[in-house]
């Protein structure tokens, strides 16, 4: 039994996010997307109004998956620690795969900088999602100044994304656990749980 096709707007999705992922945002043309979703631009500009709209609804679906693999965690009962380190190996894991280009939206604020930029919109409320549970979760450790700390680690993340992309990736999770957890520890009230 085959697979029903994908609708339209969902292959066009899944092309964009292959071609992006394989190249750049930039270096991916609308042309390009529309020809790989095998459909025409008459359906693509009914679907996105521009290739902008389409790169936002391409990090707001990489962010929708962010989200619901959290409250995947979540909803298993994982501590606050537990969750922390999942996101930490997350990340490890993301930086080892191959072909690992960079953080999607690292790489998109790149692309994007203008201030005001529908695509630096999307990244910003990736960032702020991401800040809110780091800071959450630090909270619920006992963390003294948890936004500040999420800053610290979310800097961290950053350059752990960047160094599996322009470096060794395969260390990527130990160091980033490692340098996390002495970040936490040395902003905890009371011991982190081994």
Known sequence: MMDAPLPV??????SATRLFEENSIRSVSADKVIADAGTTKVTFYRHFRSKDQLVVAYLDAQLERLQSALDTERETGRD???VLLRLAAANGDAACRPG?????FINAAAEYPAEGNVVRAAVERY?????????????????DRPDAVADQLIMLRDGAMVHGYMGDPSAVTEQLTTAGRAIIAAHLRTPLPA
Do not use: P
């Open 80 to 82: 606050a620690c537990a």
């Open 127 to 143: 960032r702020s999602w991401l800040h809110g549970v780091v800071a959450g979760l630090l909270a619920e450790l006992g963390v």
């Open 100 to 104: 690992f280009r960079g953080c999607t």
């Open 9 to 14: 707007r969902e292959r066009l999705l899944a």
